[in-house]
């Protein structure tokens, strides 16, 4: 059965510190998928990667993939209230469709 | 980037009746996927939308439940059928593009039943 899991589910952080959310998959995936969620919204689109290595960076977010362990991070850095939401990993087992993490809730205090 | 519109944005029911989502994308579609969100919890697959023939169910959803449609690209409907409070939840549409690695989402449809 795959298994996609994040750690941690729930952060509470501090603005101006950093932080890492990990996300483990229990099969191969072809790519894997960041996203955001606000409260009462729908998902929004961070980063897609596609291949072993691959790094990407958007404001204070980056997002690194190691195909070979099965884990991708997302990497804030210096965070802001701004970026309180909660975060989504996702691979994509096979025909295309997305199977989600649990997600993270992070907070983020002034 | 594509643009998809769910409708209605939520809505609430009453126990044993059928509400119809209906989500369409602006732009060449290859996949469409429905996807249902519990509240507090994280995005489970309902089931794929295949273009004039029927869905792909995932383990646990069944068609006399969430019959779906997509008559053609970029058009498809989900129903939840004989409705109970455990239906209560988002409901969200999902589509890749042509040419696209990236999954877009509608912004769901949030269902209360009572």
């Known amino acids: 059965e795959l298994k996609v899991e994040q750690n941690p589910l729930f952060l509470s952080m501090q603005e101006g510190k950093n932080y890492t959310i990990y996300c483990n998959y229990s099969t191969t995936s072809d790519r894997l998928y960041w996203y955001r969620q606000d409260p009462g919204k729908s998902l929004e689109s961070l980063f897609v990667l596609l291949s072993n290595g691959a790094v990407k960076q958007e404001g204070r977010l980056m997002a690194s993939l190691d195909t070979k362990a099965r884990l991708s991070t997302l990497h804030i850095t210096a965070a802001v209230h701004d970026l309180s939401a909660t975060y989504f990993c996702?691979?994509?087992?096979?025909?295309?469709?997305?199977?989600f993490g649990q997600g993270t809730r992070l907070t983020i205090n002034p | 980037s594509a643009v998809i519109s769910q409708k209605p944005s939520r809505d609430i029911c009453q126990r044993g009746t059928s509400l119809t989502i209906q989500c369409q994308v602006d732009?060449?579609?290859?996949?469409m996927f429905w996807y249902r969100q519990q509240p507090g919890q994280s995005l489970t697959l309902i089931a794929t939308?295949?273009?004039?023939?029927?869905?792909?169910?995932e383990s646990g959803f069944v068609i006399d439940k969430f019959p779906i449609s997509r008559p053609n690209l970029t058009f498809s409907t989900l129903t939840v059928s004989n409705m109970s409070p455990e239906d209560s939840s988002i409901y969200l549409c999902s589509a890749i593009l042509q040419g696209n690695t990236e999954a877009f989402f509608g912004q769901g449809t949030r269902l209360t039943v009572v």
């Open positions: 996702a691979v994509v087992p096979g025909a295309q469709k997305l199977v």
């Open positions: 939308a295949n273009q004039g023939s029927e869905a792909t169910y």
């Open positions: 732009s060449q579609v290859t996949m």
